[in-house]
């Protein structure tokens, strides 16, 4: 989506929500939250170097005006984008009569804060935001038992940060009404993460002498996020 685009679809939606507001009336849909399944899709340089991902998120929001219409909206979520696992040793001492698997994941966390503008009321709710906030990068290793999914150990090998924004929308679809109405919520948004150094697969080498390599990859690390999740809104008074 273009910014112009964007630009024109978020007067469309203000508009649509104040006339929406005034027919609903005050109480409508004036807190709600978000849990959904993401599926991140690598764009610009950094599909260069990693696979599409997946990952979780959520978001409170907090209605500025009495029906809904527009909303603070903070977010967090956390975002996988190269697993590999493989079976070595336990340990020098003990050799390899006792095996483990040691996992290494790729992972991003972020979090943001922005505004929602969207229609709070017919059968389905178109909406747009953005926002701006910050993503950690990090890669971790752990090793459990290769008949035990619990780990009994791990480290971060590497991490790094940087400023961020992302803008996007969606639809709700209602399921339920009430003084807690719960709305089928699918969206997709654009990330714009700013020059960063992260691990990808193969990233780290192991020495024989037990100490290890990182070669770390530079770049841009866009994203757009594909959701579907459940929102749930709190109208007090009603």
């Known amino acids: 989506m273009t910014k112009s685009t964007f630009g024109l679809v978020l007067v469309a939606l203000t508009v649509a929500g104040s006339e929406a507001a005034a027919q609903a009336g005050p109480g409508t849909n004036r807190f709600g939250g978000n849990l959904s399944a993401l599926v991140a899709q690598p764009v610009g340089d950094f599909d260069t170097y990693v696979d599409v991902g997946w990952g979780i998120g959520g978001n ?3 209605g500025l005006d009495p029906a809904g219409v527009a909303s603070l909206r903070f977010d967090l979520g956390f975002i996988n984008y190269g697993r590999e696992t493989q079976e070595v040793c336990l340990s020098a ?6 095996v483990v698997d040691l996992t290494t994941t790729n992972n991003i966390a972020y979090g943001l804060a922005g505004l929602q503008l969207g229609v709070p009321t ?3 709710r178109p909406y747009v935001n953005g926002g701006v906030g910050f993503s950690y990068f990090f890669t971790e290793s752990s090793v459990e038992g290769t008949n ?3 780990p009994f150990a791990s480290t971060t090998n590497f991490d790094d940060g940087t400023f961020s924004w992302a803008a996007g929308g969606g ?3 209602p399921i339920s009404s009430g003084r807690t109405p719960i709305s089928l919520d699918i969206g997709a948004r ?3 993460n700013n020059e960063v150094d992260y691990l990808t697969k193969g990233s780290i080498r192991d020495n024989p002498n037990g100490s290890i390599d990182l070669f770390p990859t530079r770049s841009e690390a866009n994203l757009i996020t594909y959701s579907i999740g ?3 809104g709190f ?3 009603r």
Do not use: A, K
């Open 190 to 192: 654009y990330h714009r």
């Open 60 to 62: 409170v929001r907090i």
């Open 235 to 237: 109208s007090p008074g």
């Open 171 to 173: 639809i709700m679809i």
């Open 93 to 98: 001492t003990v050799g390899c009569r006792i």
């Open 230 to 232: 459940v929102s749930i």
């Open 148 to 150: 035990n999914q619990e």
């Open 122 to 124: 017919g059968p389905v």
